[in-house]
């Protein structure tokens, strides 16, 4: 069965940093391309960054670009998102999804076939 789990949610001040964690199982990474998206309270689930199966080609939301980094290990079958500079508008659920359109970063969520249960952060001012 195939399963992603996020992992490295949590609380933070504004300006704080988190990274998360998306570990497949039951699947190799290298075969997919990745992204997060996140949904935060009242809101629609929205794109957040992504990645193609090198890592070479990555894209973001204009909301993050430049404060979130993407990065994958496909030695160790795990993807990051490494979030900087946190803004209290950043708190949401984030997800981790995997798209087998590899080759380039895909935003639309309908590319996404394979999803985890999110991991929830969330930023105080």
């Known amino acids: 069965q195939v399963q992603l789990v996020e992992s490295g949610g949590g609380s933070v001040q504004a300006g704080g940093s988190l990274r998360l964690s998306c570990a497949p199982s039951?699947?190799?990474?290298?075969?997919?391309?990745t992204g997060w998206f996140r949904q935060g309270p009242g809101k629609d689930r929205e794109f957040v960054a992504g990645?193609?199966?090198?890592?070479?080609?990555?894209d973001y939301a204009d909301s993050v670009r430049g404060r979130f980094t993407i990065s994958r290990d496909n030695a160790k079958n795990t993807v990051y998102l490494q979030m900087n500079s946190l803004k209290p508008e950043d708190t949401a659920l984030y997800y981790c999804?995997?798209?087998?359109?590899?080759?380039?970063?895909?935003?639309?969520?309908?590319?996404?076939?394979?999803w985890g249960q999110g991991t929830q952060v969330t930023v105080s001012s």
């Open positions: 999804s995997l798209t087998p359109k590899n080759w380039d970063v895909q935003r639309d969520q309908g590319e996404y076939h394979i």
């Open positions: 039951g699947l190799t990474l290298v075969n997919f391309g």
């Open positions: 990645s193609s199966w090198t890592g070479g080609a990555t």
